[in-house]
């Protein structure tokens, strides 16, 4: 009976002993793979913090540049500078108007007499021509709100001088007296204004000399 107490003790020992080997095995395993785990996680880590370390891109880079805006080629109204461009105006088809262009077509519709050549609007049949809103005409229009020609639109239809101001187009339909200065359309303030029967044009150099004009678009 002592033999066989024995080496059942014997026995227990020995399973004993495997078991925590065992274990002792797979702990040690255990612990191998997670160092490769850890030093995958340290690059992963780096390349996290470099891209949190980048700068934002700036939102004012992204916003578009305005474009600058233009002064010229929009409407027309009536505090145009009289100090601007001379000619500077251009034909409705986009052709520039130059200086000899302008001057030639301003020679050719000047007055030989301008007491004789005039016509008011009441010798003329009466106004038909378009009619400038009153609100619009208050704010553009009228002896305080002058400008020069030189610096507007400008073309010539029939031999009759017609330029652009305030968007409408303006024409000329009596001739310039002759007593006013050759480049008068250059030099001098001008003004539209409705003087009972229909539009004249005045130069404020030269009063008492209304010169016929219609208005279109």
């Known amino acids: 009976m002592k033999q066989i107490s024995v080496v059942s003790t014997a026995i227990l020992c ?101 007491s004789h050549d005039h016509q008011s609007w009441s010798q ?20 305080d709100h002058f400008f020069r020609i030189g610096g507007l639109p400008l073309l010539f239809v029939g031999g009759q001088p017609r330029f652009q101001y305030d968007g409408y187009w303006v024409t000329l339909l009596d001739p310039w007296p002759e007593t006013w200065g050759p480049d008068w359309y250059d030099t001098d303030d001008v003004y539209l204004d409705y003087s009972g029967d229909g539009y004249y044009l005045y130069d404020r150099a030269y009063p008492g000399f209304p010169i016929a004009v219609t208005i279109s678009f």
């Open 14 to 114: 020995l399973l004993f002993g495997a078991t925590a080997i065992a274990q002792h095995g797979q702990q040690g395993n255990s612990r191998d793979k997670s160092k490769p785990a850890q030093q995958m996680s340290q690059p992963a880590q780096q390349m996290h913090q470099q891209q949190t370390a980048k700068p934002a891109p700036s939102r004012q880079a992204a916003r578009p540049q305005s474009k600058p805006q233009q002064s010229f080629g929009g409407a027309y109204h009536g505090g145009v500078q009289p100090n601007g461009p001379a000619f500077g105006g251009v034909h409705h088809s986009g052709v520039p108007q130059h200086q000899e262009q302008v001057h030639n077509g301003f020679a050719q519709s000047r007055a030989g007499s301008w």
């Open 124 to 143: 003329r049949g009466g106004y038909n021509g378009y009619r400038i809103p009153d609100v619009r005409f208050r704010q553009y229009f009228g002896h």
